[in-house]
């Protein structure tokens, strides 16, 4: 197979635009939000039925709309803000989710936290729990005389990553899964598809999965990989995400089975810099078969690499494995890319620190 | 949220969770719009209900070929279909027409947004990888059936794996083919939006109507020399 290779500016690159912007629109906390971009290449298919595919993430945020303290938990998936005045429901609509994330805490594992706004009132929000691994929202955000402070920013859709009408995608359009480019998102147990039917499909200008309903609303959660597919033979095509910088650290859920996770940050990693067989519940073992593994994409195989973690009952012990005796530790997990991690036992949760000063 | 989702996961809950290999699939019938017999689309059951609609089976061929994904014997071959999804299949993997995710498809429909076949249930089930997969749906009274497949390769069964890769079955798909039973017809579907499968009204073969037309000067010029 033709090499593949994802191209990633680095972030000293990416983040050419440091702007200051007034985070805070109803006057809690003025801070200063770098953003910057970070480009992705995806290489044109190899023929008509061998298509190139890229996992790829995007670790950037849309501006916030609003961040301040929290005044107060009041139920399971509710909290009230200090110093909101908004609009009922303003964050509630399906056509612009937003999520509230954690920005500081005197709580470490609270920072990063995320949840999906489903309404509000004019200084409360009901969040959505759902797939987060938290059963109370007060486990997650608190109040008190130190209270958790949040931000709340809009989600990155399909639609706001990928293009819309109004922005055409990069990514070619077609009538079916099988004929255009397709963003693969992981719903925890097996791909869901996507392509946009561009202009000479009906109903056109639309994100299609099945059926005719338009999908260009949905999530991509800032810890979700992306895989993409390109079934093209022009190209390669560029594909440009704008945003804000990560500025805290970050909390990913690893539930039992399969995750596609991204690479959180804009900056390279390792896969021994991830952390992952620190977890206290990360399965070693002696193959990738036994134990949780961690699958990268190899851009010039066009396969996915297996690795596992020995840990300490297998020789040689301690190291990532892939083949052979040698540690792996230092495999790249570039800017810009996912890996996909199948996990057996309780749910996991990682928190990886800011790599870099914001 | 009562989906087909949930009962495909309510099913393969244990092999989910493991770390075995598994193939993704997903079916759209798009446009089109999957009609009985005598021209009725086949039933969705209740909206709001999923499984309750008329069956339709996953599977394949063992005899097929890439060109040929409904086996070398014609409609003989008909025993020779591998279901693997269904009542009874190992997998625990059941749809029918008018199963949805999200929105809810009419009566014909059927949008099956993903699931996934694991191995380590039934592996010897399982196709030679690039076996054309082939979906069979049936009338209510399950008397008469149509088989749905495609020549192109994009319907062709892939060796499951982690990741698993990902099967598309959409009806919008170039190289669709058809079969349907109580006939040996065999044609490719339109792709004009909304044309039905019409196993009931294919039209004759060339050879067939000529015959038919042959045969009908033949009584009429007997019929009127016995008038005569």
């Not at chain 1, 009906?202 to 990989?225: E, F, S």
């Not at chain 1, 597919?229 to 910088?245: E, K, L, Q, Y």
């Amino acid at each position: 197979m033709k090499a593949t290779f994802l191209r990633i500016r680095p972030l000293a690159t990416a983040i050419i635009a440091t702007l200051f912007l007034p985070v805070a629109l109803h006057g809690q906390t003025a801070t200063t939000v770098p953003v910057g971009f970070i480009t992705v290449t995806l290489p044109a298919a190899i023929d008509a039925n061998t298509p190139s595919s890229s996992a790829v993430s995007v670790p950037l945020y849309k501006p916030a709309d609003f961040a301040g303290a929290v005044a107060s938990v009041d139920s399971t998936n509710q909290i009230t803000l200090v110093g909101a005045a908004f609009t009922a429901n303003q964050f509630a609509s399906p056509s612009a989710p937003r999520l509230v994330r954690v920005k500081t805490s005197a709580t470490a594992s609270h920072i990063g936290k995320m949840f999906v706004v489903t309404a509000n009132t004019t200084n409360q929000l009901t969040v959505d729990l759902t797939g987060t691994g938290v059963v109370n929202v007060g486990d997650a955000i608190t109040a008190g005389a130190t209270p958790d402070t949040v931000e709340i920013l809009p989600a990155n859709t399909i639609g706001s990553v990928f293009g819309n009408a109004t922005t055409p995608p990069t990514l070619a359009a077609g009538t079916g899964a099988n004929t255009a480019d397709n963003v693969l998102l992981w719903n925890g147990s097996t791909w869901d598809a996507y392509f946009w039917t561009g202009t000479a499909t009906t109903p056109n200008n639309i994100w299609k999965r099945t059926g005719n309903t338009d999908r260009a609303n949905t999530i991509i959660y800032p810890d979700d990989g992306v895989f993409l597919v390109r079934r093209a033979i022009t190209g390669p095509v560029s594909i440009t995400f704008m945003g804000t910088v990560p500025s805290t650290s970050e909390q990913s859920g690893i539930p039992s089975g399969s995750t596609f996770l991204a690479n959180r940050f804009p900056v390279n990693t390792t896969l021994g810099g991830l952390g992952l067989h620190t977890l206290p519940g990360w399965t070693a073992g002696t193959s990738a078969n036994n134990a949780d593994s961690v699958y990268v994409w190899n851009t010039v195989s066009g396969a996915w690499d297996a690795y596992f973690w020995t840990g300490t009952a297998t020789t040689p012990n301690n190291i990532w494995k892939r083949t052979g005796n040698t540690d792996r530790s230092n495999t790249p997990i570039l800017a810009g890319t996912a890996i996909y991690i199948t996990h057996a036992g309780t749910n996991l949760n990682l928190t990886q620190v800011l790599p870099y000063t914001p | 949220m009562k989906t087909l989702t949930s009962s495909i996961l309510a099913f393969c809950l244990f092999a989910c969770v493991a770390n075995g290999a598994s193939i993704a699939i997903s079916i759209d019938t798009a446009d089109k719009s999957l009609r009985d017999e005598i021209n009725v689309p086949l039933s969705g059951g209740n909206p709001a209900v999923n499984g309750d609609g008329t069956q339709v089976l996953l599977g394949y061929f063992s005899d097929a070929t890439a060109g040929n994904p409904f086996g070398t014997a014609g409609l003989n071959a008909v025993a020779a279909f591998t279901a693997l999804t269904g009542p009874g299949t190992p997998f625990g993997i059941n749809f029918t027409i008018g199963d949805q995710v999200i929105n809810s498809p009419s009566n014909g429909e059927l949008f099956v947004d993903s699931f996934s076949i694991n191995t380590g249930i039934n592996d010897a089930l399982f196709p030679a990888a690039g076996t054309p997969l082939v979906l069979r749906f049936f009338n209510a009274s399950q008397t008469f059936l149509v088989d749905v497949s495609n020549t192109s390769g994009t319907w062709n069964w892939a060796t499951p794996n982690t990741p698993p890769p990902l099967r598309t079955l959409a009806f919008s798909d170039v190289g669709l083919v058809y079969r349907a039973s109580g006939s040996n017809s065999r044609g490719t579907v339109s792709a004009t939006a909304q044309t039905n499968i019409q196993t009931n009204n294919v039209v004759p073969e060339p050879a067939t109507g000529g015959l038919l037309a042959l045969g009908l000067a033949f009584f009429a010029a007997r019929s009127r020399r016995l008038a005569a």
